[in-house]
């Protein structure tokens, strides 16, 4: 998921950025209004955290040019304007919510979470297929070269993600929100664990490997080329 951050406070911003960062998200993260408006409308965002006080062209200001043009990204309000009109002028611009500053970093990540699943369009499809393998999404069922594959909920979760973000390294913080909801904790090692049972399943008894480590930075799952 992509994330830009629009925050002229430099502390505050480094902050958002690093602790969103390590929640496994990826944050660009713009340090005034008119940078911040031009990435918003020039590129892709699954949401916008945009500050309201800006020093050049305040955050209602914003949200409005991309409403009026059409873009419909999430957007979620950081300011210290903490009075009922400035907040009913924001949702009434098109804000998805607003967070008062100071605010509680888990507040904010829970609020960011429950945004991007509700701006998640959904996809109407019943299989994903990767190589030999195929996910039956209504049944949550899957197979490998037409042999039935026994995962439990979880597992099939954690794999329908790696296939859906197929190629992409995703790191442990990453599948630890996606699939179980947490906060990673490094000192816990649920996220290898559950990696190293579903290849027993996937890869072990299969002459081509699907699942992979990227060392340092997670996993992915990709059909590789065996001579590179």
């Keep these: 998921m992509r994330l830009l951050v629009v925050e002229d406070e430099i502390k505050t911003g480094d902050y958002i950025r690093q602790g ?8 660009t993260l713009a340090r005034n209004g008119l940078d911040g408006h031009h990435l918003a409308m020039t590129e892709s965002f ?18 409005q040019s991309l409403r009026e043009a059409g873009r419909q990204t999430a957007v979620l309000f950081l300011t210290a304007r903490d009075s009922v009109d ?6 009434e611009l098109g804000a998805d919510d607003y967070l008062v500053k100071p605010f509680a970093f888990s507040e904010l990540l829970a609020r960011v979470r429950t945004l991007l699943r509700r701006s998640v369009v959904p996809v109407f499809t019943e299989y994903l297929t990767v190589s030999d393998l195929t996910l039956d999404l209504p049944r949550r069922r899957a197979t490998r070269a037409e042999r039935k594959i ?3 909920h979880k597992e099939f979760c954690l794999l329908e993600l790696l296939v859906r973000r197929q190629g992409e390294v995703l790191p442990r913080t990453l ?3 996606q699939v179980w909801d947490m906060n990673f904790d490094s000192d816990t090692n649920v996220i ?3 990696i190293r049972r579903l290849r027993a399943k996937i890869d072990d008894n ?3 490997k699907l699942i992979h480590t990227v060392r340092g930075m997670g996993y992915k799952l990709e ?5 590179t």
């Design 20 to 27: 969103l960062t390590e929640a496994g998200f990826m944050v």
């Design 46 to 63: 699954d949401l916008v955290l945009l500050d309201v006080m800006l020093p050049d062209i305040d955050g209602f200001r914003i949200l």
């Design 86 to 91: 400035d907040r009913v002028k924001g949702l």
């Design 150 to 152: 026994n995962l439990s």
């Design 175 to 177: 599948i630890a929100s």
């Design 192 to 194: 290898d664990v559950a």
């Design 206 to 208: 299969f002459p081509t």
């Design 223 to 227: 059909v590789e080329d065996e001579t």
